[in-house]
């Protein structure tokens, strides 16, 4: 509780962004997430049974029409007893390994459910065939992690209503030992599932993050064990703390051990073969090949295991039950405690060995080594397995009961710790300062033909970027350079067409005799491997500057003595050549993007599906409640004695028909038949209950002379509306036609809500009305209305007032959507108008600007004749006499 409160603090602190994070906890047997974001707390994301953990399992059923069907966490465990060949659990061992690797084996000893085939795209990874439909590994995951994330939507948006609630990011938790190939396939799942991950964590990181978040640090570096077994391995990590000079917490991984199959699903497994011994033992007659045949035996007697295991956390002995186990035969057994921890004796010495290996090989070469157990200030257990007695007495037994720590939330500090982290991978959120030095728990090599390179030794701190020189580069025209985690060979870099690559460095005029290669390599956060570049470099004696920028002759000739200083005869330059490189996979290989969106596209479509599901089984769920409620009302005292007898008695029948027809009937409904069938019964109860209400009410001459006026009178405001709206129409049609324009054209292109009812409709309504209205009216100038059965008069009364209010609303509905098209049509007009006035306004505009130019050019014209003219009389004793007619004649007709 004290970390839960302490953390919540935390998430109050937080300085917040636009931005939600997913922190998730994938184990082998249990779920758990959290979700960070604005306005939100900081609390585990609950189950739909309201848990807070699932089971890391689903189930994919096919119907017989070919329809699937999922089921995840709890609600998937009943359907594995029944349909033990759709269950899909324990898949974390299974993740990126390949079809023939040893995990893959046992996982096939204990679940001979589904059938597990060879992915496709020959990828070496597993897949599992369910029904007509093959689905790999990373796709069933992605499943899970779509169905957390959408469970995890639904909090953020009832959280904070009306805010964005879509989650693109998310942070996962992975064990120490996961290889490349598995931390890819958890990226490709998450991937198909909508989930950017900023970070994979290390299980035993998170839990020393939850750890330190919630306390101070003011002195010494501290030393913590963190000793995790889960559901399928056994983690110890030796952590320091301390505080750093800005206030901040510093965690240092110093060393770090493990097992990989020491957990609680081999404790199950012990137990399950226990008591299959007892029961083949009572049954000589089968055999345990036989017994293995049958997935579901197998299955029901692995949940027994598991519960057996359970109880014996807390018990000496627990009494195991299974119905009908195997060949309908019942079984029952005793199994004691000590019989368990017997069975396990080989497995104890595992027990403690990751923590002495952990002490004996630190990571970091500072620490002594051996490093004592008396320089720890605690052992911090997590896990559900360190719950186990045998677990506890041995860890007791080399630690002291003193030194384990038994403040910390061993369920929930893991994925509590891994958000905290992906809060500062992401910076998503501003929070208190943190600092992790992690630390790899394997050697990352390269390899060029015979020459390897360890780039990242063991030890080496993570998000770290090295460039390295490749040697022994052959003079072949194709490179391969091969990745390699812990000695295996995982990826590997290939050229096809070197020479073509480093063209630059040979060309002639060029030719460089001494070529190096570097590869540029980095070791991100999550501890994935890349090389990111590869470069090839003249290494004879070559300068290699900067591209020599042209200048002009005047500058060259300021800058001689510069130039003859940095002059440099015989030697030429050459630069750097970036070499693409194609990468492959080697043995397993992760998903392609192609088959990536396919996924992704294929959960899609089965989420629709799923949600249409869910829609018709809420309507049937609302049909079957109100059915039930319905049948409680009709046998209520007064519906009995005031109710109308024959529709009481039709609603009894019509509730009994629905409920029959929900239990045989109904898989194939839709949504509107369900609806339909809910409105029936929604009006015939009203009807009862109206009919109850006006009890006291007397049906005479009166009320329907009231009730007739009352509804003719609406439907004549109608009648009388559509008038107006018509008359309104032909006024402003002449208006548009005045102006030239197309009135039918341009109320066509106005797109408002139809009204309630077409023109056909209405006419019909007032026929029918208009014959309900007459038949009123001669019962009450016949007086004859008190002849008619009580029930008979009440309907008729309630026909006409539903028709008075339909027409109130018929009328309200055509007013607004008359108006509105006036409205826009006057308005439309209204901007025509004034478009033909500016135009003629700017026509008038022109054409006086027009004449009053003409006008002033005339006037400069004539100046200019006088001008000439002037000057013909200067100069007449120097011109022809016979010239002067013509210049007066010319000036003249100007």
């Known amino acids: ?124 990874t ?24 959408s469970r995890a939507e639904d909090h953020l948006k009832h959280a904070v209503p009306g805010s964005y609630s879509v989650i693109s990011d998310a942070v996962i938790t992975v064990p120490t030992f996961f290889t490349q190939s598995q931390r890819l396939a958890l990226k490709d799942a998450a991937e198909i599932s909508g989930l950017k991950v900023v970070g994979l964590v290390d299980d035993g990181i998170s839990v020393a993050v939850n750890y330190a978040s919630s306390r101070q640090f003011n002195g010494d570096k501290q030393y913590h064990m963190i000793y995790d077994m889960g559901a399928g391995s056994l983690q110890a990590t030796l952590v320091s703390i301390s505080s750093s000079d800005d206030g901040g917490i510093v965690i240092d991984v110093e060393a770090i051990a493990y ?46 295991a ?59 070469g500072n620490l002594t080594s051996p490093f004592p157990l008396t320089s720890l200030s605690s052992v911090i257990l997590t896990g559900g397995s360190t719950r186990v007695p045998m677990v506890k007495k041995h860890l007791e037994s080399l630690l002291g009961s003193e030194l384990i720590a038994k403040n910390v939330n061993a369920d929930e500090s893991a994925v509590f710790g891994s958000t905290l982290r992906g809060v500062t991978l992401s910076q998503m959120f501003k929070a208190k300062q943190m600092t992790v030095n992690e630390r790899s728990v394997y050697d990352y090599c390269l390899k060029v033909g015979s020459s390897e390179i360890n780039v990242f030794p063991v030890g080496t701190p993570l998000a770290t970027k090295k460039v390295v020189e490749l040697e022994n580069v052959d003079s072949e025209n194709q490179l ?43 070791l991100s956060e999550s501890r994935l491997l890349s090389l990111t570049r590869l470069q090839a470099k003249c290494a004879d004696e070559a300068e290699y500057l900067p591209p020599v920028d042209t200048e002009s002759e005047d500058t060259k000739s300021e800058n001689s003595t510069t130039s003859e200083t940095i002059e440099k005869p015989n030697k030429k330059l050459f630069y750097p050549v970036t070499i693409p490189t194609q990468l492959k996979s080697v043995h397993v290989k ?92 929604s009006d015939s109860v009203a009807f009862i209950k109206s009919y109850i209400d006006l009890n006291d009410v007397t049906f005479d001459n009166n009320l329907f002379t009231t009730i007739y006026n009352t509804t003719l009178n609406s439907m004549q405001n109608v009648q009388e509306l559509m008038l107006n ?89 055509l007013e607004d959507v ?42 400069q014209n004539e100046g200019e004749e006088q001008s000439s003219a002037s000057t013909s009389h200067t100069n007449e004793d120097i011109e022809e006499p016979s010239e002067s007619p013509k210049v007066q004649t010319s000036h003249d007709e100007l």
């Not at 369910?130 to 994330?149: F, N, R, T």
């Not at 609603?651 to 509107?672: G, Q």
């Not at 197309?742 to 056909?760: N, V």
Request: charged fraction near 30%; include cysteine; hydrophobic fraction near 35%.
């Open 126 to 149: 597993v897949a599992f065939k369910l029904g007509s439909s093959v689905y790999p590994v990373e796709e069933i995951l992605a499943m899970s992690l779509d169905d957390i994330k």
């Open 306 to 364: 598991e519960k057996a295991k359970t109880i014996l956390s807390a018990n000496t002995d627990t009494r195991v039950s299974v119905e009908s186990l195997y060949n309908d035969i019942d079984f029952r057994a005793t199994i004691a405690r000590d019989e368990f921890e017997d069975y396990n004796a080989e497995h104890v010495h595992r027990i403690t060995a990751p923590i002495i290996e952990a002490l004996s090989h630190p990571l970091n």
């Open 590 to 681: 992760p998903m392609g993007s192609s088959t990536k969106v396919s996924s992704s596209l294929k959960i899609k479509e089965l989420n629709k599906k799923d949600a249409v599901k869910r829609s018709i089984e809420e309507l049937k769920n609302q049909l079957e409640s109100k059915l039930y409620r319905v049948r409680s009302y009709l046998e209520d005292e007064e519906v009995v004695e005031k109710g109308p007898a024959s529709q009481v008695e039709a609603l009894s029948t019509l509730v009994a028909e629905n409920l029959e027809w929900l239990d045989y009937d109904s898989d194939d409904a839709s949504a509107k038949d369900i609806r339909e069938k809910l409105n029936s019964v």
């Open 259 to 304: 097992d990989k199959s020491l957990g609680g699903q081999l404790f199950t497994q012990s137990v399950y073969d226990i008591l299959l011994q007892k029961f083949l033992s009572e049954h000589p007659s089968f055999s345990e090949s036989d017994f293995n045949k049958n997935s579901k035996s197998m299955s029901k007697l692995w949940q027994a």
């Open 480 to 522: 391969t350079i091969g990745l390699y985690e812990n000695g295996q060979l995982f990826a590997s870099h290939e050229v096809t067409d070197l020479k073509k690559s480093i063209k630059s460095l040979t060309q002639e005029g060029k030719e460089c005799s001494n070529i190096n290669y570097e590869a540029t390599v980095e």
């Open 725 to 813: 709206m018509s008359e309104d129409a032909l006024s402003l049609m002449q208006q548009y036609e005045k102006e030239g324009l197309d009135f039918a054209k341009e109320s066509q292109k106005i797109k408002i809500k139809s009204p309630p009812l077409s023109d056909k409709e209405l006419d019909n309504l007032f026929n029918t009305v208009t014959e309900k209205l007459e038949h009123v009216r001669m019962l009450t100038e016949k007086d004859t209305i008190s002849d008619l059965p009580r029930e008979e008069l009440f309907k008729l009364y309630q026909e006409l007032q539903n028709y008075s209010s339909r027409f109130e609303a018929i009328m309200a509905s």
């Open 1 to 124: 509780m004290r970390t839960q409160k302490i953390v919540t603090v935390l998430c109050l602190l937080l300085n917040t962004v636009l931005g939600a994070l997913l922190g998730i906890d994938y184990g082998q047997e249990f779920t758990k997430a959290v979700l960070v974001a604005p306005g939100v707390p900081f609390e585990v994301i609950l189950t739909p049974d309201s848990k807070r953990k699932d089971n890391s399992m689903m189930a994919i059923k096919e119907n017989s029409k070919g329809e699937i069907e999922r089921y995840y966490g709890s609600s998937a465990s009943s359907v594995c007893i029944r349909n033990p060949e759709t269950c899909l659990n324990h898949l974390k061992s299974l993740i990126g390994v390949s079809i023939d690797d040893v995990s893959t084996i046992d996982y096939k000893k204990y679940h001979s459910g589904a059938e597990m085939v060879p992915s496709k795209n020959n990828r070496n």
């Open 818 to 859: 008359h108006s509105q098209r006036i409205n826009r049509l006057t308005d439309k007009l209204r901007k025509h108008i004034e478009r033909v006035s500016n135009e003629a306004l700017k026509a008038a505009l022109k054409e006086a600007k027009r004449q009053q130019e003409e006008e002033k050019s005339h006037e």
